[in-house]
Each structure stands twice: as C-alpha cells, then as structure tokens.
T-cell receptor
Framework: KQEVTQIPAALSVPEGENLVLNCSFTDSAIYNLQWFRQDPGKGLTSLLLIQSSQREQTSGRLNASLDKSSGRSTLYIAASQPGDSATYLCALSSGDMRFGAGTRLTVKP | KAGVTQTPRYLIKTRGQQVTLSCSPI?????VSWYQQTPGQGLQFLFE???????NKGNFPGRFSGRQFSNSRSEMNVSTLELGDSALYLCASRMTGGRNEQFFGPGTRLTVL
C-alpha cells in the first residue's frame, strides 16, 4: 500500500525567501505525481504534474522534481509571496490517487 | 473551458438521513473520482468512475455509493449518515490517457448533526 509523507507539516517564512517542500513515498510504481495547492475550505488547484518518466517540471516560480529511486519529490518555490500562503499537497497516482497530509505554508509580509 | 462543478456547495443533514452529491466534470473528461477530506484522516479516495463503470474503489463502507451517467456527470450517495461522515467531499475529473492530470471541483461541505 502506497504511503505518502510530507515534511514539514507546517512552515512559516518571511516574504522573498526561497523554500522547499518535501514529499516521500514508499512505492515507486506510479503513473505520475501531482502537486496541489489548497486554500482553506476550498478545492484543490493543480500546480504541477510530473509523469513517471520525467524528472522535473517548472511553472513560473515553481519547480517540482521526482526521484523514483529514492521515493522523493520536492516542490521548490522561489521568491515566496504572501499569496503563496496555503496548504500544499502531493499526490501519487497508481490506479487510485494517494495524498500526503500536506504542508501548511505561511508567508509573512 | 468550465472547470469541475459540484452541487450543492453546503449541506446540513441529521444522523440517519441519506444524501446525494453531484459532480459535473470538465467537458471531454470521462473519468470522475470522489474523495473525502477530514482534518483527522486527510484526503481519502472513495471511488473512480469511467464510462459509467466503477473502476476503482477505496476502503469505505457500502453506505457510500456512486454512479456515473452517459454525459459523464457523477453522483455520490451516502446512506444512513453518521456524525463521522461530516467532511468536505471533493470530486475530480481527468482525461484518461496522456498526462492523466486531475482537476478538482470546489467541494461540497457536508455537516451531519
């Protein structure tokens, strides 16, 4: 059974900092890995998707990497802004979709 | 292109009642998945439908059921509601094949009293 762990559970940084969110998983037999953002009480917004054959994806200030051999993915956020404050979830797809518990990010002005 | 829509957005029920939630996927998406999100358990997969057939099912009791119509719209039903069923229910759609990227709706907040 796929286990997904996200560290840290919460993170608070000053505006402008670069930061890294971590996601680890136990089963490397995946179709893809997706990073989402969730604002309180809202649905999930897809940020980046990395297919199983890929190593990284970039969108604007976001960069996600995937290392199946070590069971890890990272989400790098450059020059963080207060609007980036949200919970970030990683999810692995292999038939069904397994989510981590998320990292709650607060970016202070 | 319109996103995934869910109705209703908020619902209050009492124990023992049953409830039906609706999800309309993005046009052209034939797969619809349902998830339950609670503070204690996080996001948990309920089931996935594709072409009106249940393709995958998570570890939930039989009180949770779903169906998909020929236009890909999906409904989820919960019978004999329990207090623990209070949660945000999220629906996601994807176009099968290719990237398989999932897109989520805003969710239905169910409160069971």
């Amino acid at each position: 059974k796929q286990e997904v762990t996200q560290i840290p559970a919460a993170l608070s940084v000053p505006e402008g900092e670069n930061l890294v969110l971590n996601c680890s998983f136990t089963d490397s037999a995946i179709y893809n890995l997706q990073w989402f953002r969730q604002d309180p009480g809202k649905g999930l917004t897809s940020l980046l998707l990395i297919q199983s054959s890929q190593r990284e994806q970039t969108s604007g200030r976001l960069n996600a990497s995937l290392d199946k051999s070590s069971g890890r993915s990272t989400l790098y956020i450059a020059a963080s802004q207060p609007g980036d404050s949200a919970t970030y979830l990683c999810a692995l797809s292999s038939g069904d979709m397994r989510f981590g518990a998320g990292t709650r990010l607060t970016v202070k002005p | 292109k319109a996103g995934v829509t869910q109705t209703p957005r908020y619902l209050i029920k009492t124990r023992g009642q049953q409830v039906t939630l609706s999800c309309s996927p993005i046009s052209g998406h034939r797969s619809v998945s349902w998830y339950q999100q609670t503070p204690g358990q996080g996001l948990q997969f309920l089931f996935e439908y594709f072409s009106e057939t249940q393709r995958n099912k998570g570890n939930f009791p039989g009180r949770f059921s779903g169906r998909q119509f020929s236009n890909s719209r999906s409904e989820m039903n919960v019978s004999t509601l329990e207090l623990g069923d209070s949660a945000l229910y999220l629906c996601a759609s994807r176009m099968t094949g290719g990237r398989n990227e999932q897109f989520f709706g805003p969710g239905t907040r169910l409160t069971v009293l």
